[in-house]
């Protein structure tokens, strides 16, 4: 069996990588001992390039002293690319093989974790709506990046991401058209604020927060890259625990089960996307 990440070797820079996660975790309580090493040294040396710093040291000295300048460079840690019906076959997969399943619960309440700048989220409300679930169903969407759920919940995109969006949603199976849902001006477009009412955006930590209760599906889609194993064992049981029995967990096409613990069950229902049912 493989050694766990934290203990294969290292090079310098990793061991002054690691140093800084235990430092911003001791000081301010920000965890992020567990995510992958690639991951957290292109960010590192991404934030050191654009902010001058010669040294993961000065950036460490600072980072202990000063809370503002702890706050920018936890933003600048996390990935937050994401767009509107992102991998669209995954929203036809949820449209077709997961809403039949969905439409004899009387209420539904679904999370998003790390939904980012929130496309994810208005993506499926408005597949929600069109198959007449909108007004009985809530979605939690949630991020640790209080910055990108500002933007969430305003629901303002750049107009250059519109053509994407909407060769997405027609791939996903939508049964309208895309701006039927939103409004266009001043190279941006709007979220159509009814498409609001049903989400509600917080901050939710999948390391150090709790579980969200007896959700119908949990979405997490493009988070899980960037943990270490452990790591995604304890998010993915976290998940089952919020999920109801027959609850669906979403994982999108990147991700996996490998390292859920071995006492759960789920059945597929889609292999390529990754969208699994709890049975046990
Ligand atoms: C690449 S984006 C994925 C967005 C969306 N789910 C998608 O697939 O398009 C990853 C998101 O996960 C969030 N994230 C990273 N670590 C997290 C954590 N510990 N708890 C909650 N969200 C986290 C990031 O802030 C980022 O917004």
Redesign the pocket.
Known sequence: MSKPESEQNMDEFEVEVECLMDALFLRWGYDFRGYSRASLRRRVDRYLADNHYQRVADLQHELIRDKKRCIHFVRGL??????MF?DPEFYRVIREQVVPELKSHPFLKIW?????TG??AYSMSILLQEEGLGERAVIYA????SQ?LDQASKGVYPERMLAMARDNYRISGGRGSLDDYLSVGYERFLIDPILKKNIVFTQ????TDQVFGEMQMVIC???LI?FRRELQTKVLTLFHDSLDLGGFLAL?IKESLRNLPKQFRYKAVDEATRVFQRVD
């Open positions: 996390t990935v937050n690319v994401t767009e992102r998003h974790a790390g939904c980012s496309e994810e949630t991020d640790v990046n990108v939710h930590d999948l390391v889609r493009n988070v960037y999108g």
